[in-house]
């Protein structure tokens, strides 16, 4: 099991930044690929970012440009760093992790452990 926490959800408005945290424990954060989707309500679950163990990383076009997915593996802590927030941004986030480090992953099925989730609302 590698449990994972997610922090920093709230409601913003159109226009604003917002800063999710991923926090890991168990083995070396570098022996993990790690990954943030998305939920809106009535919808499937959706690729927002990912990034392997070296910092090489990628984003659902829907983000490219204003999220990024810095991590810090002395802090066992990915971050999902989200600018300029549209209303189509509000869903609950999940942090992902594959024991895979090299995996850069897009689908739910290339990840093996999930976090709780954390709700994004952005308002107009």
């Known amino acids: 099991q590698v449990p994972l926490v997610e922090s920093g959800g709230g409601l913003v408005q159109a226009g604003d930044s917002l800063r999710l945290s991923c926090a890991a424990s168990g083995r070396s954060f570098s022996d993990y690929a790690m990954g943030w989707f998305r939920q809106a309500p009535g919808k499937e679950r959706e690729f927002v970012a990912a990034i392997i163990w070296s910092g090489v990383n990628t984003y659902a076009d829907s983000v490219k440009g204003r999220f990024t997915i810095p991590r810090d593996n002395a802090k066992n802590t990915v971050y999902l760093q989200m600018n300029r927030l549209k209303p189509e941004d509000t869903a609950v986030y999940y942090c992902?992790?594959?024991?895979?480090?090299?995996?850069?992953?897009?689908?739910?099925?290339?990840?093996?452990?999930w976090g709780q989730g954390t709700q994004v609302t952005v308002s107009s």
């Open positions: 992902a992790a594959t024991t895979n480090p090299f995996k850069l992953g897009s689908t739910t099925s290339d990840y093996n452990y």
